[in-house]
């Protein structure tokens, strides 16, 4: 009878521990996603400033159109996207076509929910912040900041949907497999607590082992961390630009010093072979090589610091049956200002 009721005790000790192990197994998740998001908010933060850079660099007889030009040209999704606001007004939201639902709507109609209209009250001036907000009963990290242009106050914003980042295949892969590890090491421990109690130090060397497989499996959440980091960082392998940015690009490389570069003009056969070129470049590639749409079906390159024969090569090889060549322009220096350079090509591939 002795031994029964121990057993019985022994079991209850058990399945309490196994409950309040899988509560705290699943505060420590949500934990963890709310403190990669942070992670993920503070790399967020650096590319607004990097956009506020370009927007500064308007002279004053810029307007609102200027701003909202820059934005829009960078790629925006459902899931990516920027807000800019200027006092109440909002400016723009994602794309054109969703700027026209709201135009003329006060910008607390669009961050209607608490944490939103939190978020926005708390931007400074020129002071990138970040927070989780939440719009309708969707998840973002937002970063944004208020910045004084022309002597009036504009709010920029950049949401990203917290699904893009925590659902990456190889993150989410990592996540299910702790989960499932370490439900089938509680659910074990019943079971073998309920059979074999009188073999606890075997089960004692168990615990030890997948111990130590939930140690490999923190370190490999840590480089993935580090993965991901890179991964949604700011990429030129990412982004395709508008030709009304192109100036700044060419400023920013002459004043850096990057030579050589190798200008490259392409024309497509329609506006779906562009599309098609361009995620075709996303794979081929590198960080090193600008894209920019300089119109309903041309291109540009701009390959920075690349060999001649690396380059040319390259670019023989991205022409086909619905993308052709125009022109192509190698700058080996920057004794004269690469924006000159290229305007002489420029009007070359034109005929201007």
């Not at 308007?58 to 999704?77: A, C, F, R, V």
């Not at 989780?132 to 242009?149: P, T, V």
């Not at 190889?170 to 073999?199: D, F, G, W, Y």
């Not at 052709?324 to 009007?347: I, P, R, V």
Request: overall charge negative; charged content about 25%.
């Amino acid at each position: 009878m002795k031994h029964k009721f121990n057993f019985f005790i022994l079991t209850v000790i058990v399945v309490f521990f196994a409950m309040a192990a899988d509560v705290f197994i699943v505060y420590q998740l949500n934990n963890y996603e709310t403190r990669f998001l942070e992670i993920y908010g503070g790399e967020q933060d650096g590319y607004v400033k990097i956009i506020l850079e370009q927007i500064n660099r308007l002279d004053n007889e810029g307007t609102d159109e200027d701003i909202t030009d820059i934005i829009s040209s960078l790629d925006s999704t459902a899931s990516r996207y920027w807000t800019l606001s200027k006092g109440d007004s909002i400016l723009f939201v994602k794309s054109a076509t969703e700027t026209n639902r709201y135009k003329g709507f006060h910008d607390g109609t669009y961050y209607a929910t608490e944490t939103a209209s939190a978020f926005m009250n708390s931007l400074g001036v020129n002071q990138v912040g970040h927070r989780i907000i939440y719009l309708d009963n969707d998840r973002f990290i937002a970063s944004g900041m208020i910045f004084e242009w022309q002597g009036e106050q504009y709010r920029i914003c950049l949401l990203t949907y917290d699904r893009v980042i925590l659902e990456d295949n190889v993150l989410l892969e990592c996540r299910n497999a702790i989960i499932i590890i370490l439900s089938i090491v509680l659910a074990l421990l019943i079971i073998l607590s309920m059979i074999m109690s009188k073999r606890i130090t075997r089960q004692s060397l168990y615990i030890d082992r997948q111990e130590e497989r939930v140690v490999w499996q923190n370190q490999q959440i840590e480089l993935l961390d580090e993965q991901l980091k890179r991964e949604y960082a700011f990429s030129a392998s990412k982004h395709v630009f508008k030709s009304s940015v192109l100036d700044e690009f060419l400023e920013t490389l002459d004043k850096k010093g990057a030579y050589p570069l190798h200008f490259a003009a392409f024309e497509t056969e329609s506006r779906e072979a562009r599309d098609e070129f361009f995620e075709h470049m996303q794979i081929v590639l590198d960080n090193n090589v600008l894209r920019f749409s300089m119109g309903e079906n041309q291109v540009l390159l701009i390959f920075v610091q690349y060999e001649k024969s690396v380059s040319s090569r390259i670019i023989e090889s991205l022409e086909n049956w619905d993308v052709h060549g125009l022109a192509e322009h190698y700058c080996e220096d920057n004794m004269n200002s690469y924006k000159s350079q290229f305007d002489t090509f420029w009007k070359a591939v034109t005929g201007a």
